[in-house]
């Protein structure tokens, strides 16, 4: 049985806006940071999760919330070293910690910055002990919204003298009338 489609919030708004955004970040992101590792995944998700910046599953597939993209550059690269890391080992072991430290030596840092942005509510955003500061910086990771596919609009070129002549005796004709 089919429930009825829901009108889209300005959450889903959001997240249909950002999300081709974000999967081009997590794409160019992946495949640069697995030049190092060589790993191998099946399919990238990128969704509109409430709890999750990020999941590997046991079938490769690795998922990202679509929120990264608001995320400074060095925490991106955290969650996806860190996903990547999932596609060798499945836990949060310190063989794990190691594989994540060739790339990222910091990243116990990084880990820390991360948490900062708590889910509060149902809504990913700074924790709210951090209100205010938090949310400054958080508005102004906004990137540009990503421009899509270039759509070239063609111009009529209209021979200008003949038409600025053209229009200025229709004026003139008018006024005489
Ligand atoms: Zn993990």
Not at 17 to 35: D, I
Not at 55 to 60: F, I, T, V, Y
Not at 125 to 144: E, N
């Amino acid at each position: 049985m089919r429930t009825p489609r829901r009108r889209a919030t300005s959450r889903t708004q959001h997240y249909l806006r950002y999300k081709e955004y974000a999967r081009a970040v997590v794409h160019v992101k992946l495949a640069y940071w697995n030049q190092l590792y060589g790993f191998r995944w099946r399919r990238v998700a990128i969704r509109n999760q409430r709890t999750c910046w990020g999941s590997c599953s046991s079938a490769k597939n690795l998922n990202f919330n679509y929120k990264i993209a608001f995320l400074p550059a060095r925490l991106q690269d955290y969650l996806i070293v860190h996903e990547l890391c999932h596609l060798k080992e499945f836990n949060h072991s310190p063989a794990f910690w190691a594989l994540v430290a060739r790339a990222l030596p910091h990243w116990p840092q990084l880990k820390r910055e991360l948490d900062r942005y708590s889910f509060a509510g149902r809504s990913l955003t700074p924790a709210r002990h951090h209100a205010g500061a938090l949310r400054r910086a958080w508005l102004s990771y906004l990137p540009a919204p990503y421009p899509g596919p270039r759509v070239v609009r063609r111009v009529r070129k209209i021979p200008a003298r003949a038409g600025v002549r053209g229009a200025k005796r229709g004026h003139a004709a008018r006024r005489r009338r």
